[in-house]
T-cell receptor, first 113, second 110 residues
Framework: DGGITQSPKYLFRKEGQNVTLSCEQN?????MYWYRQDPGQGLRLIYY???????QKGDIAEGYSVSREKKESFPLTVTSAQKNPTAFYLC????????????FGEGSWLTVV | AQSVTQLGSHVSVSEGALVLLRCNYS??????LFWYVQYPNQGLQLLLK??????LVKGINGFEAEFKKSETSFHLTKPSAHMSDAAEYFC????????FGTGTSLTVIP
C-alpha cells in the first residue's frame, strides 16, 4: 500500500545526544514536511522540501537538521542544540501543485530522559 | 497574514447530537481549505477538502463542511455524533504553504 512510514514510533534521547527520525514515502510526492506537535497544541512546521537536494526552514528550525538525498526519504535529526525536544513529530508529503492535499505518517514520539 | 482560527479548543456533545466545529480563515484570495482528524498517538487523516467546486463538501465518516465566503468560515458538521468521533480535529488552509489551526478536541458523551 502507498503511504508514509515513520520510524521509530517511540524514541528516547539522552541529554546531549543527536537522534534521527526516519521518514519514507512511496507516494511519488515531490514535497515533504516535518512538523512538531506538543500535547494539546497545533502543528508547527520545522522543515520542508519541495525537491531533492533542496529544503527550507520552517517556523521552528533551530536545533533541527534535515537532508533530502532521495525523493522518497526525508530524515530529521534532532540535535543537542534543541533544548526542548520532547514532542510528537509528524512527517508529511504532497505533490507540489497549489492546494494539493498533504498526507501524514503515523508520527514518532521523542522523549528526553 | 494567511491563517485559520478554530473557535473552541474543546467541544463536548452527547452521542447522537449534532457536531459543529468552527473554523474561520483569513485570506484575500479563494483558499484551499481542509479538515483533518487525529486519533490519539496517530497522524492526521484527511476528512474533507474544499476546492471551490462546491460550497458544501462531504467527507468521510458522515462529516461535511460548508464554505461561506461572506463569513470567511468553513465549519465542520455531523448530524449525529458517534463515540468513535472522539478525536482532535484540525482545520487547515493552503496558500503558499499549509497553515493549521490549533485544533479542537471533540468529546462524545454516552
Amino acid at each position: 500500500d502507498g503511504g508514509i512510514t515513520q520510524s521509530p514510533k517511540y524514541l528516547f534521547r539522552k541529554e546531549g545526544q543527536n537522534v534521527t527520525l526516519s521518514c519514507e514515502q512511496n507516494l511519488n510526492h515531490d514535497a515533504m514536511y516535518w512538523y512538531r506537535q506538543d500535547p494539546g497544541q497545533g502543528l508547527r512546521l520545522i522543515y520542508y522540501s519541495q525537491i531533492v537536494n533542496d529544503f527550507q526552514k520552517g517556523d521552528i528550525a533551530e536545533g533541527y537538521s534535515v537532508s533530502r538525498e532521495k525523493k522518497e526519504s526525508f530524515p530529521l535529526t534532532v540535535t543537542s542544540a534543541q533544548k526542548n525536544p520532547t514532542a510528537f513529530y509528524l512527517c508529511a508529503s504532497s505533490i507540489t501543485d497549489s492546494g494539493n492535499t498533504i498526507y501524514f505518517g503515523e508520527g514518532s514520539w521523542l522523549t528526553v530522559v | 497574514a494567511q491563517s485559520v482560527t478554530q473557535l473552541g479548543s474543546h467541544v463536548s456533545v452527547s452521542e447522537g447530537a449534532l457536531v459543529l466545529l468552527r473554523c474561520n480563515y483569513s485570506s484575500s484570495v479563494p483558499p484551499y481549505l481542509f479538515w483533518y482528524v487525529q486519533y490519539p498517538n496517530q497522524g492526521l487523516q484527511l476528512l474533507l477538502k474544499y476546492t471551490s467546486a462546491a460550497t458544501l463538501v462531504k467527507g468521510i465518516n458522515g462529516f461535511e463542511a460548508e464554505f461561506k465566503k461572506s463569513e470567511t468560515s468553513f465549519h465542520l458538521t455531523k448530524p449525529s455524533a458517534h463515540m468513535s468521533d472522539a478525536a482532535e480535529y484540525f482545520c487547515a488552509y493552503c496558500g503558499n504553504q499549509f497553515y493549521f489551526g490549533t485544533g479542537t478536541s471533540l468529546t462524545v458523551i454516552p
